[in-house]
């Protein structure tokens, strides 16, 4: 007798992404990160630790950062979700990007993307944070190459762009 290993089953999941609706079919235990990398090609969201440890796999879930190696794909059905690569308008970078381009905020930038979207989330919940709320904020975002001072003052010229001053 002849034994064969089922196919895995797939399941349909739904979400729009960066403004832009996506579909495809995955596997239940699939992560959402892997799903946005590989299914949707934005590999801008970055794996880090895959524990939901480092930050580097943040995106916004209806607003919200979460680390997207912790969810898995089908629990995003019918969400909303911003990734690094929704930030910019074109060539135009965000005011956070410019922000941090301004302060020099990132030495190899793999952080970077989980970093600014956890700025994003931040800056549109409190846009006058006070240097002490963005550390908080920003605790659970790891990087392994700054001291992290550049980037809490790419944060504060970011706070200064968004609310109509110069990054200066």
């Known amino acids: 007798m002849s034994t064969s290993i089922p196919m895995h089953e797939t399941i349909g999941v739904a979400f729009t992404v960066n403004g832009m609706s996506f579909s495809t079919d995955v596997e239940p235990r699939r992560s959402l990160s892997d799903v946005i990398r590989e299914e949707a090609g934005l590999t801008g969201t970055h794996l880090g630790c895959e524990h939901g440890v480092c930050g580097a796999c943040t995106i916004l879930l209806d607003g919200e950062p979460v680390r997207s190696c912790l969810m898995l794909a089908p629990q995003a059905e019918g969400t909303e979700i911003t990734t690094i690569e929704g930030l910019a308008d074109g060539d135009q970078l965000h005011p956070i ?41 920003l605790s659970g975002n790891l990087c392994r190459c700054t001291g992290y001072e550049t980037i809490l003052n790419g944060v504060e010229t970011a706070v200064r762009l968004m609310n109509g001053g110069s990054g200066e």
């Open 97 to 137: 990007q410019q922000a941090m381009h301004e302060a020099h905020g990132f030495q190899c930038a793999f952080c970077s993307p989980g970093f600014l979207m956890s700025t994003l989330a931040l800056l549109e919940r409190n846009p006058h944070p006070t240097r002490d709320e963005i550390r908080q904020e």
